[in-house]
């Protein structure tokens, strides 16, 4: 008697850890939706600024020309060279503010000012988005987690290869 | 900034009653939020209900244990439980804001308790402790909840990255600076005066360091004093200065807001000659912001927050030797001083309240994106999902 109570007990317990572990997961692809949404929104809204820079008076015509294909890179590219055409328009953007360092009208520092908060909002995107893909890898990798499929059909977070110091 | 007002809960792990510096951070960072228009409520254990400010809720009356090397007033438990439970359940918050969520306390208890967007900030900065190894694979899934991590310091980040494995954005603590670049210069202390500031009773506060230090100091600059502000009992201190150098001592106890601003633009050097257990060293951002010549111990949370050296002078931790080297240095070198009181100015200026509660928000306004409010974890688990379908 002892003996089916003792399983059952077992299979309960186990019942438990599974949907405790499914949960958590489940929580953490969440997580990892979430931070790469942010982190989309602040990447498109980058490629708008650097649209509308190129467009200003704080480029000249041949920076201009880049930092406009750049940037429609940037909006264009797929998942896979998504990060690819980041860097580039983050490359981009660096090479133009080096040299403009010393602007004057009040219209295009504020052009500057928007795309530098923006820049301090993507380093702290880009970290949470990173932390979230690396500990879903993580519990993903747990054997009882594959064993049981805990993580369903949800498609294994991929990293994206940002360069951490964009500009 | 999000025009959209919002409600959050801050969980304070201290005695609210007993001063800190992770009150004094999430009072500071409250008061500002309010101002701003965000409606926030602090829940924090207090052991006397009386004198609390209208933003506060009691959690009970704290227990004192002994954690990482110092006394903790801390709360937990069954009932503290309920009540964070009840805390949350009735708050209806939109984020949660949890200070050092890795210790037992209600911040570890809310962690468990509630789901959605929550963030995490930590304090802390200690060396690897063994017992972690232990209680590492309990907390990880709460600390997984955050969804976003704050270290105070780059030392609170490795602490966090050592101990749970995880990665962390530094926001430093906040001050209000320009409160603090206002102070009026006080001629009793000015001249050739050495400044301290804090529990000097306590070892770690390295004012023994200073002590040590002084008779070397006094022999190159012989009309130099020493100012100490702080609560304590300078009786037991004074006895252990050498009489020769007794009157050159001042013990002002506890100061007021002002007076610290004052203090700090009237004094030739502030001397932070603490020898450990610090994770960002609060009152270096103040010195620095009022215009103080700084020197501090090379700790690293000091070590850092002086730039490596840019923004204040550091000299070897716990070598006094060191120590009177680089103050009679300065002593002697005005421009030098007033070179590294101006850079350091500046960097104070990067503490202030208007940037760090920016940086706080903007971390707030990423956790909340795409996420409901803030409810009880229990709420969310499929059976109870399952069973009060059931009940309707």
């Avoid at chain 2, 050592?162 to 990665?167: A, I, K």
Wanted: aromatic share 8%; net charge negative; proline share 4%.
């Amino acid at each position: 008697m002892t003996d089916w109570a003792l399983v059952v007990f077992f299979v309960l317990i186990t019942i438990w850890y599974l949907t405790f572990l499914a949960t958590r997961l489940d929580r953490l692809h969440h997580r990892v939706e979430n931070s790469w949404a942010n982190l989309d929104v602040l990447l498109q809204k980058r490629a708008a600024v650097a649209l509308e820079i190129a467009h200003s008076d704080i480029a000249d015509p041949a920076s201009s020309l880049l930092l406009t294909g750049a940037a429609y890179q940037a909006r264009d590219a797929d998942i896979q060279s998504r990060s690819a055409a980041e860097s580039g328009l983050s490359g981009t953007l660096g090479l133009l503010l080096e040299d403009s360092r010393h602007l004057t009208t009040a219209a295009d520092s504020a052009l500057l000012t928007e795309l530098s908060a923006l820049t301090d909002k993507i380093r702290v995107a880009i970290a949470l988005h990173k932390d979230a893909v690396t500990r879903t890898q993580m519990v993903r990798k747990k054997l009882i987690v594959r064993i049981f499929r805990l993580a369903g059909t949800a498609p294994l977070p991929v990293t994206y290869e940002f360069e951490s110091d964009v500009l | 900034m999000l025009t959209r007002c919002l409600k959050i809960g801050i969980v304070c792990p201290y005695s609210w009653d007993t001063p800190g510096g992770v009150q004094n951070h999430i009072r500071d960072l409250a008061e500002f939020l309010i101002s701003a228009g965000h409606e926030v409520s602090v829940l924090a254990p207090a052991a006397d209900d009386g004198n609390l400010s209208s933003y506060v809720v009691n959690a009970g009356k704290p227990i004192a244990i002994p954690y990482n090397g110092a006394v903790a007033r801390v709360l937990f438990g069954p009932v503290a439980f309920s009540r964070v439970r009840q805390w949350i359940a009735n708050g209806d918050f939109d984020l949660l804001h949890l200070h050092e969520p890795a210790i037992p306390s209600i911040s570890l208890l809310a962690c468990w308790a509630a789901d959605g967007p929550m963030i995490g900030t930590f304090h802390a900065a200690s060396k690897r402790q063994k017992i972690i190894f232990a209680i590492g694979p309990i907390l990880e899934p709460a600390i997984e909840k955050l969804s976003a991590r704050i270290a105070v310091s780059e030392a609170a980040r490795l602490t966090l990255t050592d101990h749970l494995d995880t990665d962390a954005v530094v926001i430093p603590n906040g001050i209000f600076a320009s409160h603090y670049s206002q102070g009026t210069p006080q001629p009793q202390w000015q001249g050739n005066t050495i400044g301290f500031i804090g529990r000097y009773e306590e070892p770690r506060k390295g004012l023994s360091v200073l002590l040590e230090a002084l008779p070397m100091i006094a022999r190159f600059a012989p009309d130099v004093k020493v100012v100490v502000a702080g609560p304590g009992d300078p009786s037991e201190v004074q006895k252990s200065i050498d009489p020769q150098l007794r009157h050159r001592f001042t013990f002002l106890g506890k100061i007021s807001e002002q007076d610290k601003a004052n203090f700090m633009s009237s004094i030739a050097i502030y001397v932070a000659p603490n020898t450990g257990g610090e994770s960002f060293g609060i009152i270096l951002a103040e010195a620095l912001a009022g215009g103080a010549c700084v020197v501090a111990s090379d700790i690293p949370a000091f070590d850092d927050l002086l730039g490596h050296g840019e923004f204040g002078a550091l000299f070897a931790s716990e070598d006094s030797t060191d120590l009177a080297k680089v103050v009679i240095d300065l002593l002697r070198d005005q421009e030098k001083r007033t070179q590294l009181a101006q850079v350091g100015r500046s960097r104070g200026q990067s503490f202030d309240w208007d940037i760090v509660a920016k940086q706080i928000f903007s971390v707030y306004e990423m956790s909340i994106v795409g996420s409901e409010k803030v409810k009880l974890a229990s709420d969310t688990r499929s059976w109870s999902r399952f069973l009060s379908k059931d009940d309707k």
